[in-house]
């Protein structure tokens, strides 16, 4: 007998190991969990989250070859490594075993799964964890985000996803969506934070329903967070017209249920993040958000939308970035508007004798109807910190951008817009509440910003619009405001933008409009208005380049400041520097047809004692500087070219009766005519204002349709303490040079002197003084060092150098002298 060596008998150990191995897998075709981790080495996870099993495709979210993928599961399969099954036949396995890997193999949803025998209370949701009948519980094992494929959905644009989705993105995981349509019927609801990402761009598809305007995705739990990127969504709003033909259009006028259906509701959402996302074809709102606390909206594009793109109301941080909105708050053009005896109630036909289905498919959108009166916004946005930046706005129905702050105590949110692109060419733009490209309202500090705003020329002239509104309908106090460098062009508009800039406020600390080209068919470049019976602090119009024209009744100012309503304060300072302001039409020469074109007007006066107003340096190629103010402390109109008329009206009233102080200068500007008049104060006939007028240049318009309206002229009315000194004068037609007049009220204390008079017209008169028009007095004028002449070697008649009205009786105090007198037929006349 020989004796075995150790190294054969550790051979023959390991054969009849293996013969032994041979005959178990020939009971049952597996191995055991815990050999195979053994035999490779690692301890502590499955199979399917080392290394290995982490490489295979289909334990993942994002397959890779598919190919490859199956070869390798087969090899692993042949090697004995895992339990082929089927989601039946694991639901239905009666004595799961703790050791095995089970493999899924059921198309879309393959995966491994392994028995968890601790866990007694996890919910079936078909991609994570599958239950048997007895109860036991099969888990999922991956790695990154979950496959919403994994849960049932067939994304095959027939089926409705809704339940799979619902388990995918409450499965606690990020989800992924493979191309195809998921077809939704109604809501899937957020119960958790969750990401859903797209690959190759899938389409959600809500079907919607006249019984069911619930929204498709809703936040139903607080402190969600929500990142979605790369998806389509979409209704089908135009799939059956039926639905538009009289639909709930009843007496109220108003299509709520439609208007109120929102695509995304997501109430107290603690962070909403959408990107690279198209919604289009839906009924009510794309994205309604309320009381979140941070939402970014970036790369988004938002198409033929009922109601509105996307709202953010009460919101904290608002960002939008980059997004497009087209064709929002437009219904289809079959549309037609019925009354109440048409429509009777869900699923019954329209009831009304002789009119059918196609008669209403084939009737126009009835304008004596009106739209809901807040639909067709591209974005609003109402917080505290706010920011759109980059986005075209395209065919809007009511307004491009809104921002405004209604979250309770208003007035506090920081607003941003800029670089925003806005144009309005639809047929049938309306809103009972004006359409306008961007509104903001109610902000500590806004800022609008090298935005542009585009008017196409349309068919309709239906309805008129606003370009961007500076609002401040509340009680809060906005701190800053500042609308600069934008463009509106209207220049192939044939209708009318009321105004470029509409600035509806009365307290800002400071408001700057600054630097925007405002041209075309506008009826005010900027428009000044107050709401609240209160004054803001400062208010600077510099820098702007104004060319209006209106095409229906002419236009009606450059820079218009105007009382809103029964209020009439504005700011306390007023600054209007170095503008550009220039009308198309020459503004007499159809007087019938075009008014007169004011390049910088204040209507219905300040009612402000405080208020200082500089008008200066701006070039105004036309029109008039019109000044119809109650009271203010100080009014500076200088430097300022090409005006044709200067005109203050002093229009005071009982009310007006403790404001004084009134200071009128106006100096160096080159304009037709200077025209200050004023009535007296009704509760102190002795108030007068004081001044001066000096080294202007007034050259007389010619021969206009306007009568003597225009004639190279300074006429003085109702002043006390008024200098008129160094101007140069060219008078025109049969006027006079300058008119010291007593038409309204009594002058007094004032100096008329080295001033240039030409006298260019037959009977003109160089200085004319009314004395006792009116039955009027002066007191203690001083007419010297004038030089009144007629040009060399033209011959007028009726020519006077200084011409009196009743002196004797009605001045105290003349003096004249110094005058120099040159070609008049007359030095002068009337003084006794």
């Not at 299509?255 to 009924?283: A, G, K, R, S």
């Not at 004798?353 to 946005?381: E, M, Q, R, Y």
């Not at 500090?445 to 935005?451: D, E, G, P, R």
Request: aromatic share 10%; proline share 3%.
């Amino acid at each position: 007998m020989w004796k075995k060596s150790e190294k054969a008998l550790e051979q023959l150990e390991k054969l009849e190991q293996e013969q032994e191995q041979e005959k178990e897998q020939e009971k049952v075709k597996v191995i055991s969990r815990r050999k195979v981790l053994a035999s490779l080495g690692i301890a502590g996870v499955s199979m399917a989250s080392a290394s290995l099993m982490g490489k295979l495709p289909a334990a993942s979210a994002n397959p890779q070859d598919e190919s490859s993928s199956q070869r390798k599961i087969k090899d692993l399969m042949n090697l004995d490594f895992m339990v082929p099954v089927t989601i039946a036949g694991l639901r239905s396995l009666a004595v799961p075993d703790a050791e095995l890997v089970y493999y899924v193999k059921n198309k879309g949803q393959e995966g491994v799964f392994i028995y968890d025998p601790t866990d007694t209370t996890s919910v079936d949701n078909a991609g994570l964890v599958l239950v048997s009948t007895t109860g036991a519980r099969f888990k999922r094992s991956f790695q990154g985000k979950v496959n919403v494929k994994w849960f049932g959905a067939k994304g095959d644009g027939v089926t409705d996803d809704k339940d799979p989705i619902t388990a995918a993105v409450n499965s606690g995981y990020d989800v992924v969506f493979p191309e195809g349509t998921y077809v939704v019927k109604d809501t899937v609801k957020f119960q958790r934070s969750v990401g859903m990402y797209g690959e190759s761009n899938p389409v959600i598809k809500r079907l919607f329903d006249l019984e069911n305007s619930n929204p498709t995705f809703q936040a139903d739990a607080p402190k969600i967070r929500l990142q979605i990127d790369g998806m389509e969504f979409v209704a089908n709003k135009d799939a059956i017209p039926s639905y538009w033909i009289g639909y709930i259009f009843d007496s109220r006028n108003t299509l709520d249920p439609l208007f109120q259906y929102w695509y995304f509701y997501l109430p107290d959402c603690e962070e909403v993040t959408m990107t690279h996302c198209y919604f289009h074809n839906i009924v009510g709102s794309a994205i309604t958000a309320f009381n979140c606390q941070r939402g970014y909206f970036a790369n988004c594009y938002f198409e033929d939308i009922v109601s509105e793109g996307l709202v953010c109301y009460e919101s904290d941080f608002i960002y939008v970035d980059g997004c497009k909105f087209k064709d929002i708050g437009l219904l289809p053009e079959e549309f037609m508007v019925v009354d109440t005896g048409w429509y009777t109630g869900p699923g019954v036909t329209l009831q009304q004798t002789g009119k059918t289905i196609a008669d209403a498919v084939l009737t126009p959108f009835s304008h004596a109807k009106n739209w809901h009166n807040f639909n067709g916004t591209g974005v609003l946005v109402s917080g505290r910190s706010l920011y759109v930046s980059g986005s075209d706005f395209l065919n809007c129905n009511r307004v491009g951008i809104v921002g405004e702050d209604a979250t309770p105590p208003v007035g506090n949110a920081e607003m941003i817009i800029t670089g925003n692109t806005v144009e309005h060419n639809h047929e049938r733009l309306r809103g009972s509440n004006p359409p306008a490209s961007i509104w903001i309202e109610n902000f500590r500090k806004a800022i609008v910003s090298n935005n542009r705003c585009v008017y196409k020329k349309r068919a309709s002239t239906e309805h008129f619009i606003w370009g961007i509104n500076l609002a401040q309908m509340g009680t809060g106090e906005l701190c800053y405001v500042e609308c600069c460098h934008n463009q509106f062009i209207a220049d192939e508009y044939n209708n009318r933008v009321a105004a470029g800039i509409f600035d509806l406020n009365s307290n800002n600390k400071r408001t700057i409009i600054h630097g925007n080209r405002i041209s075309g068919n506008v009826n005010v470049g900027i428009f000044v208005a107050n709401y609240l019976d209160h004054c803001g602090d400062e208010l600077t119009i510099d820098s702007n380049n104004i060319h209006v024209f209106d095409t229906v009744e002419g236009a009606a100012a450059g820079i218009l400041f105007q009382g809103w309503g029964d209020y009439s304060k504005h700011y306390n300072k007023i600054k209007v520097t170095g503008n550009w302001i220039y009308n198309k039409h020459d503004c007499y020469e159809e007087h019938a047809k075009w008014l007169p074109f004011f390049a910088i007007c204040l209507v219905n006066g300040l009612g402000n004692f405080d208020a200082r107003f500089q008008i200066k340096d701006n070039e105004l190629n036309g029109g008039s500087i019109f000044l119809g103010n109650q009271a203010v402390r100080e009014m500076i109109v200088t430097g300022n070219t090409n005006a044709h008329l200067i005109a203050r009206d002093l229009m005071r009233s009982d009310t007006q009766g403790k404001q004084r102080g009134d200071y009128m200068e106006i100096s160096n500007n080159k304009v037709n005519k200077i025209l200050l008049g004023g009535q007296p104060d009704q509760t102190d006939p002795t108030y007068r204002f004081t001044g001066k007028i000096t080294n202007n240049m007034v050259l007389g318009s010619g021969d206009d349709v306007m009568s003597n309206r225009i004639n190279g002229s300074i006429e003085l009315y109702g002043a006390k303490q008024m200098v008129v000194a160094g101007n140069t004068i060219f008078t025109d037609k049969s006027g006079s040079g300058i008119v010291i007049g007593t038409t309204d009220a009594t002058q007094e204390d004032l100096f008329v002197r080295d001033n240039t008079v030409i006298c260019q017209k037959n009977n003109a008169i160089g200085i004319q003084i009314k004395a006792g028009d009116n039955g009027n007095k002066i007191h203690h004028i001083a007419v010297a060092n004038n030089i009144l002449a007629a040009p060399n070697g033209s011959v007028y008649t009726g020519t006077t150098g200084i011409k009196w009205l009743q002196a004797a009786a009605h001045t105290t105090g003349t003096i004249v002298q110094g005058n120099m007198f040159s070609k008049l037929v007359n030095e002068e006349t009337g003084r006794v």
